[in-house]
T-cell receptor, first 120, second 113 residues
Framework: GAVVSQHPSWVICKSGTSVKIECRSL??????MFWYRQFPKQSLMLMAT?????????EQGVEKDKFLINHASLTLSTLTVTSAHPEDSSFYIC????FGAGQSNTGELFFGEGSRLTVL | KQEVTQIPAALSVPEGENLVLNCSFT??????LQWFRQDPGKGLTSLLL?????REQTSGRLNASLDKSSGRSTLYIAASQPGDSATYLC????????????FGEGTQLTVNP
């Protein structure tokens, strides 16, 4: 299957700082990327959908000024948690769908390894 | 609104046993259904994808079935191994506009040696 890479895999920061998480599609062009948040022992909660070159669409209840998403190229999307606070500590996972090597037109979704954010 | 339910929430079996994980969804208007595996602290690994027009998909010891009309899917794991221990998630993609998936809560599987 296609490869989606996330970086960093974990990050610890002080309250009030901003943290950027990158999501890259390594062997295909990701026309659409999704950002999820996962709390312990729970399933994934979709935060936003981003299409290359356009503004992200945020789910209800997700603050777009808090969670900045940029999908400037077909292989890279970034999630920036601005002025992070302890309640933002979570596991963030991106996924991607697109075309190119490793992809098909089945609509299969591929996920990154996730990024664990801990805000002190 | 689509709702996805997975039963059981947790399952513990001895090594070598065949097992079935269940997934049900409330809206049968789906584009596809995907089964994932998640290891602790890791992302999701796609296991099987079933299109709405398909009845089943197989990969190695895994077999997934889909009964769209009744809103059910099963994931069958043959000859389970300790390395199969993980959380298994099913997710459905709607046939209407948009690509967003709706996930179940997952089944946490433990295979004991």
């Amino acid at each position: 299957g296609a490869v989606v890479s996330q970086h960093p895999s974990w990050v610890i920061c002080k309250s009030g700082t901003s943290v950027k998480i990158e999501c890259r599609s390594l062997d295909f062009q990701a026309t659409t990327m999704f950002w999820y948040r996962q709390f312990p022992k729970q399933s994934l909660m979709l935060m936003a959908t981003s299409n290359e070159g356009s503004k992200a669409t945020y789910e209800q209840g997700v603050e777009k000024d808090k969670f900045l998403i940029n999908h400037a190229s077909l292989t890279l999307s970034t999630l920036t948690v601005t002025s992070a606070h302890p309640e933002d500590s979570s596991f963030y996972i991106c996924s991607a769908r697109g075309f190119g090597a490793g992809q098909s037109n089945t609509g299969e979704l591929f996920f990154g390894e996730g990024s664990r954010l801990t805000v002190l | 609104k689509q709702e996805v339910t997975q039963i059981p929430a947790a399952l513990s079996v001895p090594e070598g046993e065949n097992l079935v994980l269940n997934c049900s969804f409330t809206d049968s208007a789906i584009y596809n259904l995907q089964w994932f595996r998640q290891d602790p602290g890791k992302g999701l690994t796609s296991l099987l994808l079933i299109q709405s027009s398909q009845r089943e998909q197989t990969s190695g010891r895994l077999n997934a079935s889909l009964d769209k009309s009744s809103g059910r899917s099963t994931l069958y794991i043959a000859a389970s191994q300790p390395g199969d221990s993980a959380t298994y998630l099913c997710a459905v993609r709607p046939s209407t506009s948009g690509s967003r998936l709706t996930f179940g809560e997952g089944t946490q599987l433990t295979v004991n040696p």
